[in-house]
T-cell receptor, first 114, second 110 residues
Framework: SAVISQKPSRDICQRGTSLTIQCQVDSQVTMMFWYRQQPGQSLTLIATANQGSEATYESGFVIDKFPISRPNLTFSTLTVSNMSPEDSSIYLC???????????FGPGTRLTVL | QQPVQSPQAVILREGEDAVINCSSSKALYSVHWYRQKHGEAPVFLMILLKGGEQKGHEKISASFNEKKQQSSLYLTASQLSYSGTYFCGTAGSGTYKYIFGTGTRLKVLA
């Protein structure tokens, strides 16, 4: 399975600022996904990022708030813009492998907004 | 619509068995199961595809009832390492996007 790393692992940010989260994979993958997991909750898909095309956002998530880049097949970034305390969550990237779209997750970025 | 898992939480003694259920309101093509330990990322356990194919963990089995849009995860002879929160992820035909279930917290006691 792919090895996925994320930076930063955690951060504490002030309201109104932005944070960019990086996701690096050790192999080339077509699809990368960004999820949000609020404390004690399940995972919610934010967007799907394919290399060479615009990210596809899920209902409730917009590009202005969560811009995503996917410059190549091993890397993606998610920016959380104009942050508020409600954005405090764990943000995870994942990639899919295998015929059945098995997903493997990065270690996550724990974001706290004050 | 988010799949509903039951039970929400379960406590076991080592060696006991458990069943976790995942129910969807939509037609399913595949179901994934994951385990997440506190402070860690979800770890892939099992995938079940429409038609009966499955692939996953040695000591964990699962079933997929396509007609009922349900899946069940069977944990037998539980070990302390099985503790964590279990999530199902479901996808319909023709989609690569998985919707994760509500989660089941499982704790195994010595």
């Amino acid at each position: 399975s792919a090895v996925i790393s994320q930076k930063p692992s955690r951060d504490i940010c002030q309201r109104g600022t932005s944070l960019t989260i990086q996701c690096q994979v050790d192999s080339q993958v077509t699809m990368m996904f960004w999820y949000r997991q609020q404390p004690g909750q399940s995972l919610t898909l934010i967007a799907t990022a394919n290399q060479g095309s615009e990210a596809t956002y899920e209902s409730g998530f917009v590009i202005d708030k969560f811009p995503i880049s996917r410059p190549n097949l091993t890397f993606s970034t998610l920016t959380v813009s104009n942050m508020s305390p409600e954005d405090s969550s764990i943000y995870l990237c994942s990639v899919e492998e295998g015929r059945g779209y098995e997903q493997f997750f990065g270690p996550g970025t724990r974001l706290t907004v004050l | 619509q988010q799949p509903v898992q039951s039970p929400q939480a379960v406590i076991l003694r080592e060696g006991e068995d458990a069943v976790i259920n995942c129910s969807s309101s939509k037609a399913l093509y595949s179901v994934h199961w994951y385990r997440q330990k506190h402070g860690e990322a979800p770890v892939f356990l099992m995938i079940l595809l429409k038609g009966g194919e499955q692939k996953g963990h040695e000591k964990i089995s699962a079933s997929f009832n396509e007609k009922k849009q349900q899946s069940s995860l069977y944990l037998t002879a539980s070990q302390l390492s099985y503790s964590g929160t279990y999530f199902c992820g479901t996808a319909g035909s023709g989609t690569y996007k998985y919707i994760f279930g509500t989660g089941t917290r499982l704790k195994v006691l010595a």
